[in-house]
């Protein structure tokens, strides 16, 4: 019998390795932050230290070694930095390098929006929005073809010009941002796109 390929046998297939992946892990990543209670109860962290890159609540990320301290019952973090005191609660968790590799480039992504919504912010004041010459005007902005991935915090742009942005990007992908606010255009992008697809691998 001869198999044939189609809706009803894809979805079916899809569905299975969603839920696969949810339940039993990306074979090719690890998301997964080792939590603070796990770490407590390893023998190392009294001794040599347990080595890691660790999440802290204010979203910085430290390479370094955590200790815990009986006598003054305290956790201690040493890197090349120093040595700091922490909480149990200021620990997020230890987590790996591609992780702790997007977290950076989302830090870094999240700076430079903040940037261009600087530049855009003035831009809108001195030009406005309203017209076909303020849109050419538009057009001309920098950073107009980032309203398509930023598009969720970037809500003082008027939806108008949003889904003009769109249109242009869909209409002409050649396009290129030549951003001069802040970073380059690869890095934003690259930035992004690393977000975009954690947080797609993460739900």
């Not at 932050?33 to 430290?62: H, N, Q, R, Y």
């Not at 889904?163 to 209409?171: D, F, I, M, P």
Request: proline residues 2%; positive net charge.
């Amino acid at each position: 019998m001869k198999l044939s390929w189609g809706f009803h046998t894809i979805i079916p297939i899809s569905i299975f390795l969603s839920l696969f992946f949810l339940f039993a892990g990306c074979p090719f990543c690890s998301l997964a932050a080792t939590s603070i209670e796990t770490m407590m109860k390893d023998p190392a962290i009294l001794g040599e230290g347990i080595e890691g890159t660790f999440l802290l609540d204010d979203g910085s990320v430290i390479n370094g070694s955590l200790h815990w301290s009986r006598e003054t019952e305290e956790l201690k973090l040493k890197s090349i930095l120093g040595e700091i005191s922490l909480t149990q609660d200021q620990i997020q968790g230890n987590i790996d390098g591609a992780q702790a590799s997007t977290l950076r480039s989302l830090r870094k992504c999240l700076t430079n929006i903040r940037t261009i919504k600087a530049g855009v912010a003035e831009y809108m004041r001195v030009h406005g929005h309203n017209g076909s010459e303020r849109i050419e005007k538009w057009q001309k902005n920098s950073c107009y073809l980032l309203l398509l991935q930023v598009d969720h915090i970037m809500n003082e742009i008027p939806r108008c010009t949003r889904k003009w942005a769109q249109y242009r990007v869909k209409q002409s992908p050649e396009l290129k941002i030549s951003c001069s606010y802040h970073g380059s255009e690869r890095d934003i992008l690259k930035s992004i796109r690393k977000i975009m697809s954690s947080l797609e691998m993460g739900r």
